[in-house]
């Protein structure tokens, strides 16, 4: 057993921890990052965002050359699917990019420490790492960045094969007949995206009566619309009670949320996707009196400090915000600048989210249904992609953009997006709203031609009235 002493130690090396773990070491302070999974970027980058990601654009090569390459006037031969090479593409990308941060730890001068980390005291973290032993880190500081795990549902058991959370999900051997999705959110219909694009049915069973409840809207009617032409089934205002595996595959039983008659589903694969809680289990809190909430997050002041001193939290173990990768490594760079004796802070007003399906649905700031609860005035500005020409010419015009500005002061208050590259385009309406801007700011803005970010321009005229191409 050794001690050594360190300004900051990282525990967890997600997004929110090796970024944070990054950012410290740049400020000169003495800083390790602890990681019990064998490799670096926690969830996001092993089984997470990355993954996902892999798939999903593989996926849509997939779907695309067997549909739409007619219409460009390109005839292929019969499209075949070589499913072990594209998981094995998955996987290469996750090692490529999981090994890059431990080539940036050593750049950075980050201490590297492999194994499960437990909080002892306020300024001490025991390691029991990987390849035997403990090692004690003494710092003046720890930050939790622990992340989170898969939400299960009673009656239904995970083994990764056939009852599958996101990870399973990412590692399928063949394409499933039926793959039921439980829970009509991020995971569920990235994935459902993914296997019903590969030539599985696809069905998504929804506990409330839409899918992505907090999503605007009239964007999340649009996206299930798209989706159903896709082949998506929806069960709406529905829960799953129970799976039991028989000899050929699954058998579901479902209820009406409300209550009411069950009825069975059968299926071969059949998705968890209900949610993430956080993780903290093993870390020690209880012992150094780290309060967590009742569902288990960590809760912490606006310095990203918990109720003890020296000991903060990042990341999807924090309450009431979204679980998204880019939000961890802002809180990440923010802890570390805060340690490091600076002013930071995070701007939850400005995070965007993206769902990665096709057409990607892309969103800031707040709903409709937000502001009218709020009382907000607000005037409301459309742009449909139909009328983009940069979308006609590459026949991707499903969609729309939709900015949402304050009535009296023109101040974008929300931006949201169903599109083509809609998670790649919301980037600008994120600046505008960190700048303050109006939609005369962006209007008067000069957009590129052609370009899918003319939609946006349009959406900011429209706001007034005076959108030009429609
Ligand atoms: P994590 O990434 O969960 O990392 C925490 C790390 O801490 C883990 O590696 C864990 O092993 C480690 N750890 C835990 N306890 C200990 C301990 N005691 N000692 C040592 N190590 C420990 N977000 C997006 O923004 N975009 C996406 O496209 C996206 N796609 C996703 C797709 C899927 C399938 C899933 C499941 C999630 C996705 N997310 C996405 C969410 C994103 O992955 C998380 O919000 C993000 O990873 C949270 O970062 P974090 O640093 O808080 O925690
Ligand atoms: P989610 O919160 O996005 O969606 C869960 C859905 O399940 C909700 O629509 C909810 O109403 C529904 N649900 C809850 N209980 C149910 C039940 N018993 N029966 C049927 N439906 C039920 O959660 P997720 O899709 O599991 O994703 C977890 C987290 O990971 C999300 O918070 C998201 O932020 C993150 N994530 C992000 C991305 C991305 O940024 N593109 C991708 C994947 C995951």
């Keep these: 057993m050794s001690e050594e002493k360190f300004d900051v130690v990282f525990i967890g090396a997600g997004p929110g921890g090796y970024i944070g773990a990054i950012k410290a070491a740049q400020l000169g302070l003495k800083t390790a990052c602890v990681e019990s999974r064998g490799s670096l970027g926690g969830t996001c980058l092993n089984v997470g965002c990355i993954p996902s990601k892999a798939l999903l654009e593989s996926s849509h090569h997939f779907a695309a050359a067997g549909k739409d390459m007619a219409a460009h006037g390109i005839r292929l031969p019969k499209v075949e699917l070589d499913l072990p090479a594209m998981l094995k593409r998955k ?12 080539g940036l730890f ?5 201490e590297d420490v492999r194994g499960f980390g437990r909080i002892v005291a306020a300024d001490k973290v025991e390691v029991t790492l990987d390849d035997g032993g403990t090692r004690v880190l003494e710092t003046e500081n720890i930050v939790i960045a622990t992340g989170s795990e898969v939400a299960t549902l009673p009656g239904i058991e995970i083994d990764e094969k056939t009852i599958v959370s996101s990870t399973g999900a990412l590692a399928l051997e063949k394409v499933p007949a039926h793959f039921v999705v439980i829970g009509g ?3 569920g219909l990235e994935m459902g995206s993914v296997w019903g694009r590969l030539g599985a049915k696809v069905t998504v069973v929804e506990f409330l ?4 409840p907090t999503m605007d809207g009239e964007l999340s009617k649009q996206f299930q619309r798209i989706l159903r032409r896709q082949g998506f089934e929806f069960r709406l205002g529905t829960k799953v009670t129970e799976a039991r595996k028989n000899g050929k595959g699954i058998e579901l039983t479902l209820e009406p949320a409300a209550g009411g008659e ?12 209900v949610g993430r809680r956080p993780f903290t289990e093993g870390l020690g809190l209880a012992e150094v009196g780290v309060k967590v909430d009742n569902r288990g997050f960590v809760p912490v002041d606006g310095d990203f400090q918990t109720n003890v001193a020296g000991i903060f939290a990042i990341g999807d173990v924090l309450p009431d915000r979204p679980m998204l990768a880019h939000k961890a490594e802002e809180e990440g760079v923010a802890v570390a600048e805060l340690i490091a004796g600076h002013a930071a802070h995070v701007n939850y007003d400005a995070i965007p989210g993206v769902v990665y399906t096709w057409p990607e649905v892309a969103s800031v700031g707040r709903t409709e249904e937000e502001l009218k609860e709020a009382g907000v005035k ?26 949402l500005a304050d009535a009296e002061t023109d101040r974008v208050l929300g931006a949201h997006i169903i599109g083509p590259n809609a998670g790649t385009m919301i980037a600008e309406l994120v600046l505008a709203m960190e700048y303050g801007a109006s939609t005369e700011d962006i209007y008067r803005t000069c957009h590129a031609h052609p370009t899918l970010n003319e939609a946006v321009k349009e959406a900011a005229l429209a706001v007034s009235g005076k959108p030009l191409n429609i």
Excluded at 389 to 401: L, M, N, P, Q, Y
């Design 262 to 273: 069950a009825e069975s589903l059968s299926c071969d694969v059949v998705l968890v996707a």
């Design 106 to 110: 050593k750049q950075n001068k980050v």
């Design 185 to 187: 959110g991020y995971i």
């Design 378 to 403: 607000y005037n409301a500005g459309k742009f449909p992609f139909m009328a983009n020409s940069r979308a006609r010419a590459s026949g991707d015009s499903d969609g729309f953009v939709k900015i």
């Design 91 to 102: 996987d290469d990308v996750v090692a490529t990019l999981t090994k890059g941060i431990a």
């Design 209 to 212: 009566d839409r899918i992505t």
